[in-house]
């Protein structure tokens, strides 16, 4: 079965900076995709980014990017310029068939 | 476009009884899948259905059922409701063709007590 590990339940970071959330998975599967979802307070699921897993570029949205290794099966989130509204609840997900999350990092942004 | 839309936002049940919740995808999307959300368990996934037809489940009791109708709208049921139960319950549409990029439009999600 595929799993998702998010090794840091919670980060902070100063407004304007950088931070990277990281993310690890484990599957079999060679074609699959990966994403960032983020759930601020008003709860409702926001796709942040997706990368595909048979692209080796690495997938970049304004702010946000992401560093894949898919040979470490690695999946990091990189926020630059860090700003309040990017305080949330980050959840990494894998779907190849359903989407199995992360257990989520709480990001507080400080000003 | 409207987005996924999930009725009721709240509800309270007590031990014993049934609920049942409904989710309206985006339009054009066929596939719906619900998601179980918990402090302690996170995001879990309950199953997904296309064109009506439940296509992957995952590893809940049988207490938790859905289906879902022609015009893509779906309903999850939770019978014999425990306090275990009570937890955020998230729909999700997609396309799911052949142009599918595996992204998933969340609903903002039922909220279920269970007393």
């Known amino acids: 079965a595929q799993t998702v590990t998010q090794s840091q339940p919670e980060m902070s970071v100063q407004e304007a900076e950088t931070v990277t959330l990281s993310c690890t998975y484990d599957?079999?599967?060679?074609?699959?995709?990966l994403f960032w979802y983020k759930q601020p307070p008003s709860r409702q699921m926001i796709l942040v980014i997706r990368?595909?897993?048979?692209?080796?570029q690495n997938a970049t949205e304004n702010r946000f990017s992401v560093n894949f290794q898919k040979a470490a099966k690695s999946f990091s989130l990189k926020i630059s310029d860090s700003q309040l509204g990017d305080a949330a609840m980050y959840f990494c997900?894998?779907?190849?068939?359903?989407?199995?999350f992360g257990q989520g990092t709480r990001l507080t942004i400080n000003p | 476009k409207a987005g996924v839309t999930q009725t009721p936002r709240y509800l309270i049940k007590t031990r014993g009884q049934q609920v049942t919740l409904s989710c309206s995808p985006i339009s054009g999307h066929r596939s719906v899948s619900w998601y179980q959300q918990t402090p302690g368990q996170g995001l879990q996934f309950l199953f997904e259905y296309f064109s009506e037809t439940q296509r992957n489940k995952g590893n809940f009791p049988g207490r938790f059922s859905g289906r879902q109708f022609s015009n893509s709208r779906s309903e999850m049921n939770v019978s014999t409701l425990e306090l275990g139960d009570s937890a955020l319950y998230l729909c999700?549409?997609?396309?799911?063709?052949?142009?599918?990029?595996?992204?998933?439009?969340f609903g903002e999600g039922s909220r279920l007590t269970v007393l």
């Open positions: 990368q595909e897993a048979y692209k080796q």
């Open positions: 999700a549409s997609s396309l799911a063709d052949r142009t599918n990029t595996g992204e998933l439009f």
């Open positions: 599957t079999s599967e060679s074609d699959y995709y």
């Open positions: 997900a894998y779907r190849r068939d359903s989407l199995v």
